[in-house]
C-alpha cells in the first residue's frame, strides 16, 4: 500500500518549504479529511511590491496548489488530478495578513466520483477569494481542474 501523508503532517512540511517560508506563506489549518484547508500570507520585505502591498506573484501562491491537493486527497489514488489553468483578479491592494479559505462540498466529490467513473475528463473549477484582516476582498483566484479516473481503475480494467 502506497504511503497516504496525512493532512497534519502536510501542514508542518509545507510550512517548511522554501518557496511559502520565503514568501512568508502559512498554511494555519488543514481538516483530517483535506475538505478545507486555511491559508496566511503576511505582510513582510520579502513580498511586498514597490507600492508596500502584497507582490501579486504571492497572493497567486497562496491560492496556487490548494484544490488540486484536497482533489488528490479526497478522490484518492485512482484519480487524476492536475491544475489545467488559473486565473487572478486583483481588486485592491492587500496590506498586513491576507488569507484564503479552501473549501471542497462533499456533494460535488460524489458528482465528480459519478461522472468520472466511466472515464471521461472533468474540467471542474472553484473559487477562492483572498481577504485582508479586516475582511475586505484583496483578490480573487479561479482556478481549472482536470480530474479523470486512472485507466486501471476505470470498469473493464483488467488487473494489474
Same mark, same amino acid.
Given at each position: ?28 489549518? *488543514? ?6 484547508? &486555511? ?24 491560492? =496556487? ?8 486527497? @479526497? ?29 471542497? =462540498? ?12 466511466? #472515464? ?9 477569494? *483572498?481577504? =485582508? @484582516? ?5 483578490? &480573487? ?11 486501471? @481503475?476505470?470498469? #473493464?480494467?483488467?488487473?494489474?
Amino acid at each position: 500500500m502506497a504511503f497516504r501523508m496525512t493532512a497534519r503532517l502536510f501542514r508542518h512540511l509545507i510550512n517548511w518549504w522554501p518557496p511559502y517560508r520565503g514568501a512568508g506563506i502559512r498554511v494555519t489549518a *488543514i481538516s483530517p479529511d483535506w475538505h478545507h484547508v &486555511r491559508v496566511e500570507l503576511r505582510a513582510g520585505l520579502r513580498n511586498r511590491n514597490l507600492f508596500g502591498s502584497h507582490f501579486g506573484g504571492s497572493l497567486y501562491a497562496m491560492a =496556487d496548489p490548494f484544490y488540486v491537493l484536497m482533489l488528490h486527497h @479526497a478522490l484518492g489514488p485512482d484519480y487524476l488530478v492536475w491544475d489545467q489553468a488559473a486565473e487572478i483578479e486583483f481588486l485592491q491592494p492587500g496590506r498586513g495578513t491576507v488569507s484564503a479559505e479552501f473549501h471542497l =462540498d462533499p456533494q460535488q466529490l460524489e458528482r465528480l466520483r459519478r461522472e468520472a467513473a466511466d #472515464g471521461a475528463k472533468l474540467l471542474p473549477a472553484y473559487r477562492v477569494e *483572498i481577504r =485582508d @484582516a479586516r475582511g475586505e476582498l484583496v483578490a &480573487r483566484v479561479q482556478k481549472h481542474l482536470y480530474v479523470r479516473l486512472k485507466p486501471r @481503475a476505470r470498469p #473493464g480494467a483488467r488487473p494489474d
